[in-house]
Nanobody, 120 residues
Framework: QVQVVESGGGLVQPGGSLRLSCGASGNIFSINTMGWYRQAPGKERALVATITLGGTTTYAESVKGRFTISRNNAANTVYLQMNIVKPEDTAVYFC??????????????WGQGTLVTVSS
């Protein structure tokens, strides 16, 4: 009923930049919080950043000052601008959206993930 699809992952050198995008589509009445999580090899999935419908943001300490989350409410899209990336940012990045459907049902929807590799 509802899908989120990430894009923009790839290989980037340390100190470089990358921008991830995520679009939600389907049976969507509104979207509350959208966010990004990541899972590095051998580690659990962890919060990167979230943004509410009103634009309030939260960040993991490890990315504060380097990553910026933003969203386009009209397009049901969320972005993650990654600057000054480090090798430890290497992970699969997952998008999530807290969606209310037209049936007035709340869903927590996850994407399939996009791989970001930081390496020289």
């Amino acid at each position: 009923q509802v899908q989120v699809v990430e894009s923009g992952g790839g290989l980037v050198q340390p100190g470089g930049s990358l921008r991830l995008s995520c679009g939600a589509s389907g049976n969507i009445f509104s979207i509350n919080t959208m966010g990004w999580y990541r899972q590095a090899p051998g580690k659990e999935r962890a919060l990167v950043a979230t943004i509410t419908l009103g634009g309030t943001t939260t960040y993991a300490e490890s990315v504060k000052g380097r990553f910026t989350i933003s969203r386009n409410n009209a397009a049901n899209t969320v972005y993650l601008q990654m600057n000054i990336v480090k090798p430890e940012d290497t992970a699969v990045y997952f998008c999530t959206a807290n969606v209310m459907t037209f049936n007035k049902i709340w869903l927590e929807v996850w994407g399939q993930g996009t791989l970001v590799t930081v390496s020289s």
